[in-house]
């Protein structure tokens, strides 16, 4: 029976704020700088806009200085190249919607003091903090009250602590500025308004129905599935499709205004592609190397890999998939909209090809669905008390075991111990129940490491071996020297030139490189060099090709070789360059010669050794 006024759950819910609120402010004086990586490009538009008046990017000298001083990212990789000129940036501007009134604060306050008013100083650092806070703890008071419509104050008062301290949603409400964070909060209130809606149809609720609805597609456009709830609300058999038919003709004038308003968050998006690249849609995430393949959906590793599987480090979920039965059982009605949205979303995340994203504890773009997932977890833990005895005492436990399991991984994660992107189940089970950092050979058993600068270091090559070598030959010109004398051996080469700039290039697809998940490679070029390589400058590029497009690109720049360069005679120019994690297995290797310089360059062949890992194929 509830308790009056619903004690056990708000006494929850406020030492779970509290919890929020103690561990975010020690989080945020580790961490630094708020402002970096991914929220570095949706918080963008908002300085580029009201500050520096440029956002289409056309001149990016304060987006490289703030990197530079902020150190938001190695790379500027939030944006790129547009087709009017100026950069394009790949992330939607939901968030930056929602960041606007802190930011405007924070220019206050920079304005105001000894901070630089550049828009990425420590007072717009921590408005981002003080907003992606809130929105935690909104998000924790809006699915309690969502969930008392539903259960007991007791089953809240559990799933609060289940979904907030037992799944990887806490490391999201307490690592700040993490677009799940909001996505979550933002769900809770959808299915809020729905059920209300659907109670007492009014305008009030299809304004604040559209708007979110909005806000959540211009947040994360996939997330567009979101309209499926209030579409399917309510409908499970012929006479509930009837009823719904008949509500929707009867409130046909809130319904349009929720679109319409709906509209309102997108509107900004649409102007902004529009303005800057001649189109209301454009396709702004352009790195070939990953994107969505629906045909080969991942699904398997997004559920249970070592590496970032949703299953293996959120198990309590395990117990929501099955809760989906009971909620077929007693309440058909919500079963529908929540099972396909969640079958929907699952397939969408499993369609990315790079399913692991982000250094992340666990799998983050499963976060926002546990305001929907919260219901059948729910209804689980109702029928735990028609089980018998030995029955719930096991699944109490094992709920229980979960959660502290949940947070001793989070602080493992916060230590080091758990890596962000690169963990594989023998280190996992090396480190399962550390609280010390891992030794050299237990780094040894996670994924190769790949670097986000522009070279690729070799660190440990006694644990590889040559596998196989690939070379071209270019059956050109007979080379004579530049004095007219025949070389010492007749060689078949490639001339560039200002007008044939690129040599052929050497492809191989990766599935003929290595079986394995990863190949260390040598690639080596024959280039004959006349003068100083600064008058004549080349570079020997290797990147790979998916569909034409390019991604993982490598240029070696003949005049910032670190090696010795003898002019007057052949060299061999080589640069290291490690394998990606292909799109595709049939995606090519592509090694070749690009003359920038405006004078001949003869060019002989090019050669790639593989060097695969001893082990861990």
């Known amino acids: 029976m509830q308790l009056k006024h619903n004690k056990v759950s708000w006494y929850t819910m406020l030492a779970l704020m509290l919890l929020l609120v103690v561990v975010s402010f020690q989080r945020l004086h580790k961490r630094g700088n708020i402002i970096s990586w991914d929220t570095f490009g949706y918080y963008l538009y908002l300085p580029a806009t009201f500050i520096h008046n440029d956002p289409g990017l056309f001149d990016t000298g304060f987006v490289e200085e703030a990197l530079e001083n ?15 000129g100026g950069m394009i940036i790949k992330y939607s501007p939901g968030l930056a919607l929602l960041f606007l009134p802190g930011f405007a604060l924070a ?4 304005m105001a003091s000894a901070f630089p008013a550049d828009g990425f100083s420590l007072p717009y650092q921590y408005s981002i903090f003080f907003t992606s806070l809130l929105f935690a703890l909104f998000g924790l008071f809006t699915i309690r009250k969502l969930l008392l419509k539903f259960f007991s104050d007791l089953i809240v008062a559990l799933l609060l602590a289940l979904l907030f301290a037992g799944t ?19 769900y809770a209130l959808l299915l809020w308004l729905v059920m209300h809606w659907h109670e007492t149809p009014n305008t009030r609720l299809s304004v604040f129905l559209g708007l979110t609805m909005g806000l959540i597609i211009v947040i994360r456009p996939s997330d567009a599935i979101c309209v499926l709830i209030p579409l399917l609300w309510g409908v499970f058999k012929k006479e509930s499709l009837k009823w719904k038919v008949k509500l929707v003709a009867k409130h046909l ?18 102007i902004y592609w529009k303005v800057f690249t001649g189109s209301f849609l454009y396709y702004s995430y352009d790195n070939p190397g990953e994107g969505l393949d629906f045909l080969i959906p991942n699904t398997w590793d997004v559920l249970f890999s070592f590496r ?26 919500l079963f529908f909209p929540l099972a396909i949205f969640a079958a929907i979303n699952l397939y969408l995340v499993s369609s990315w090809t790079t399913w692991w994203y982000a250094g992340s504890f666990g799998h983050l773009a499963m976060v926002q669905s546990y ?8 209804y689980f833990l109702v029928s735990i008390k028609d089980m018998k005895k030995i029955w719930r005492q096991a699944l109490i436990f094992l709920l229980g075991f979960f959660l502290l399991l949940n947070l001793f991984q989070t602080w493992q994660y916060f230590n080091g111990i758990i890596h962000p992107d690169s963990m594989t189940k023998p280190y996992y089970k090396a480190v ?7 030794d050299e050979e237990m780094k040894s058993l996670l994924l190769v490491q790949r670097s986000l600068d522009v070279d690729d270091p070799f660190p440990n090559p006694e644990d590889y071996y040559l596998y196989r070598t690939f070379e071209m030959d270019f059956d050109g010109d007979q080379w004579i020297n530049p004095e007219g004398i025949p070389s010492e051996k007749v060689r078949d080469v490639i001339i560039l030139s200002p007008a044939q700039p690129f040599s052929p290039a050497l492809e191989i697809p990766y599935n003929r490189l290595t079986v394995a998940d990863h190949a260390f490679l040598k690639v080596r ?20 090709d998916h569909k034409g497009g390019n991604y993982k690109y490598r240029g070696l720049d003949v005049e910032k070789y670190g090696q010795e360069i003898i002019v007057g005679q052949w060299n061999t120019i080589e640069t290291i360059y490690l394998t990606p994690e292909p799109r595709r297995r049939t995606d090519e290797l592509r090694a070749f010669f690009w003359l920038r310089g405006q004078k001949p360059l003869p060019v002989e062949e090019i050669k790639v050794e593989v060097w695969v890992p001893k082990r861990g194929w």
Not at 107 to 110: P, R, Y
């Open 70 to 84: 902020y150190k938001g990212s190695v790379t500027f990789y939030q944006a790129s190249p547009g087709p009017k």
């Open 107 to 110: 220019h206050m306050v920079a």
């Open 168 to 186: 990887n949603l806490f490391y999201v409400s307490v690592n700040h500025a993490l677009v799940h964070n909001f996505l979550f909060a933002l």
């Open 253 to 270: 004038r809130q319904i349009f205004i929720g679109f319409l308003t709906m509209t309102i968050p997108i509107l900004p998006q649409l």
């Open 308 to 333: 970032k599987g949703w299953l293996i480090y959120t198990p309590v979920m395990i117990f929501a998939i099955y809760g989906f039965k009971y909620v077929y059982e007693k309440r058909r009605d």
């Open 371 to 378: 305001a929907i997932m919260a219901l059948p977890l729910g």
């Open 432 to 438: 399962f129940g550390r609280i010390s950092p891992p």
């Open 525 to 544: 070029g024959n280039v004959f060099i006349e003068e100083n390589p600064a008058d004549n400058p080349f570079t020997l590029v290797v990147t790979f």
